[in-house]
């Protein structure tokens, strides 16, 4: 059995920047441990399966690291997106994807994409001496959303010094954020460190700026803002917080297209 598969990096800047994710479409789900050992062979951050939509119906998506499924992933949704806006869709304005965050949307803007996502309310946290230990920071704050943890830093050159020693990080739901306020057209800059779920450092996370954007809203206020993500790859997204949704704007380039071979009797949901 043949299935394809594309490598698809989102909120780019240019060639070889953004966030790299693997988009697998699915004539119907297989078992879930071959969509986990697929993700595991595919070793990027995320690779995002979905099964074809009737008309009128979402595609309905799915996530996982090389180490779990996630609840929500902005990037491989963004990359999803553009594939089949390119392969199925050249007309369509939008395209509507049920997940297990709830129904998320994705529509063109210009040579951008806009993905709507459910806002996630930063909450004030206890600081944990043993994850600012790994991280090697003095945070301003902390918070917690549904799920990371967000460790404000004093300035975006501490964001970008950060050095984690990712072995002595505490068990946590997902991952965590480092941020501070930008600078240059930047209104705020972040890393993003998940070794819980198979993911050293995330290159570009969609998902973490739902928690993010109304973080520096509020900070800054203004609904509308720029950031940047100061992983070595680097990449850009535009935010906008309306209402209990937050719409990250940002562009696609596609680097390969490919085909997986597997053995017969795998097939199985």
Known sequence: MELPLHQIDA??????????AAVMPLPSWLDDAMLQALAEENNLSETAF???ALPGEPYQLRWFTPGAEVDLCGHATLATAAQLFDDVHPEAPRLDFATRSGLLSVTRDGDGLVLDLPLDEPRPATPDPELLAALGVTPVRTLRGAFDEVVVLASAAQVRDVAPNLLAFPPLPRGVIVTAAGSAGVDFVSRFFAPAVGVAEDPVTGSAHALLAPLWAAELGRSRLVARQLSARGGSLACEVVGDRVRLTGRCRRYLDGVVHLEEGVLTA
């Open 11 to 20: 909120f780019v800047d240019g060639p070889f920047s953004g966030n790299p």
């Open 50 to 52: 979905y099964t074809p």
